[in-house]
């Protein structure tokens, strides 16, 4: 985790799609991460923030590495992050009914609503080309897809607190 730079008191706020907040704690990092997990799939970015408001850069960043999004070091890290996918997937076959085209069907359109959905909230604006990639993406292990993803959101923090330095 990045070594912080600031000893002031910090409220850690959670927010969705729209810029709603889902959360917000001000009892540490690790507490934001439960709530980011109780948010689920709507949860898309978290900012800590000092009590007139400012947000602090450099909890932030420690905050954001706490939650699951990678990097990652072992397959057994991206598993975790992937279950979210394996969720959505296994909710296609809830009872564990012997494979069918349906429900094979059912659970490739769940994976594929799941990534569509992720990149979606993470402001990516997806062509018909990308839908269909995204598809194909889905169908690869949770893990593959965890890491891929985790690509995205990495780049938007990073995007984000460059802008912010500037």
Not at 33 to 56: E, F, K, N
Request: contains cysteine; negative net charge; hydrophobic residues 40%.
């Amino acid at each position: 985790m990045t070594a912080r730079q600031c000893t002031e008191k910090h409220t850690y706020t959670i927010t969705g799609p729209a810029g709603e907040t889902l959360a917000s704690t001000t009892n540490g990092p690790k507490l934001a991460w439960v709530h980011w997990a109780d948010a689920g799939a709507q949860a898309l970015d978290l900012t800590a923030a000092h009590p007139d408001g400012a947000v602090c850069l450099p909890e932030t960043r420690a905050a954001r590495a706490l939650l699951p999004h990678g990097p990652y070091n072992t397959r057994k890290q991206a598993r975790t992050d992937g279950r979210p996918l394996r969720d959505a997937i296994d909710a296609a076959n809830p009872h564990d009914d012997p494979m069918t085209d349906a429900i094979r069907d059912a659970a490739r359109k769940a994976a594929a609503d799941y990534v569509t959905g992720r990149l979606t909230r993470l402001g990516v604006e997806l062509g018909e080309f990308d839908q269909r990639v995204a598809a194909w993406l889905a169908d690869w292990e949770p893990e593959v897809v965890a890491v891929v993803l985790g690509w995205a959101v990495r780049a938007r923090d990073a995007g984000r607190d460059a802008a912010a330095r500037q």
